[in-house]
């Protein structure tokens, strides 16, 4: 990627340019052939520049190389970056190195860290996995996770399959649940099946409800066909 200080570039083709007649906008052969070596174009003629202007040709192209580097683009040429150029996109590298090793994104080089912040991204990647674990949510490395966190882990899963039971979304293992709970999920499906029922849905199983709740079903079905009988056509 070429970055080009747009600003910079058409003040100094303006600068060296010979201004057109009031009558025309065509510009000069000049002005043109430096528009093309300040924007990289193939149809650049450095030959056909002033001495000032390849100098300034040359601080563009360089600083474009710079952040080339810099942002750790592919046109970076590391061979034409200065000493102190060259520090500073190896400092920038292992800056976004550490951060993507913090935030467990992106391409981490371990070998790049000292012995400090390898420590604090080993220990982040332990939280990162223990919230993991504890969310039922991706990959969870039962590995890493001390006893005090297995148990945590086993309890947050055990939750997750109760509320997936209670809600009747998700995958629900009964198998997983005390007596007590499997009782609980029985009241709330079938408070479920009963609110679909009444409101006349599709996911209503008439199966599943008692002769108390049939007649209530009824009742209400009656009722909004009334209803409807009474609407105007």
Same mark, same amino acid.
């Given at each position: 990627?070429?970055? &080009?200080?747009?600003i ?24 043109? +052939?430096?528009? +093309? ?5 193939? *149809? ?24 080339? &580097?810099?942002? #750790?683009?592919?046109? &970076? *040429? ?6 102190g ?7 920038? /590298? ?6 993507? &090793?913090? *935030? ?9 860290l000292?012995?400090? *912040? ?27 996770? +001390?006893?005090?966190?297995?148990r ?14 209670l809600? #009747? ?22 408070? /479920? +099946?009963?609110?679909?029922?009444? #409101? ?34």
């Amino acid at each position: 990627m070429r970055i &080009c200080r747009w600003i910079f570039c058409l003040a100094f083709a303006a600068s060296f340019a010979p201004l057109p007649a009031a009558s025309q906008n065509i510009p000069s052969p000049h002005a043109e +052939n430096l528009q +093309n070596c300040l924007e990289g174009f193939a *149809d650049c003629n450095l030959a056909r520049l002033r001495p000032q202007e390849k100098q300034a040709i040359q601080s563009i192209k360089q600083e474009n190389n710079f952040m080339d &580097c810099f942002h #750790g683009y592919s046109d &970076c *040429d590391q061979k034409k970056l200065t000493v102190g150029q060259q520090q500073e996109v190896a400092d920038a /590298r292992r800056i976004q190195n550490l951060q993507n &090793c913090i *935030d467990g994104l992106g391409e981490c080089n371990t070998a790049l860290l000292n012995d400090a *912040d390898r420590h604090e991204v080993a220990l982040l990647a332990r939280v990162r996995n223990l919230q993991t674990c504890l969310d039922g949510v991706g990959d969870c490395n039962q590995a890493q996770l +001390n006893d005090d966190e297995k148990r945590q882990a086993a309890d947050a899963k055990h939750f997750h399959n109760l509320e997936d039971c209670l809600e #009747g979304l998700g995958e629900c293992d009964r198998a997983q649940l005390s007596s007590e709970e499997q009782q609980d999920v029985a009241r709330a499906t079938d408070s /479920r +099946n009963l609110k679909e029922c009444l #409101g006349s849905s599709d996911l209503c199983d008439p199966s599943n409800l008692t002769p108390a709740e049939r007649q209530e079903v009824a009742v209400a079905t009656q009722a909004t066909q009334n209803q409807d009988r009474k609407l105007p056509n």
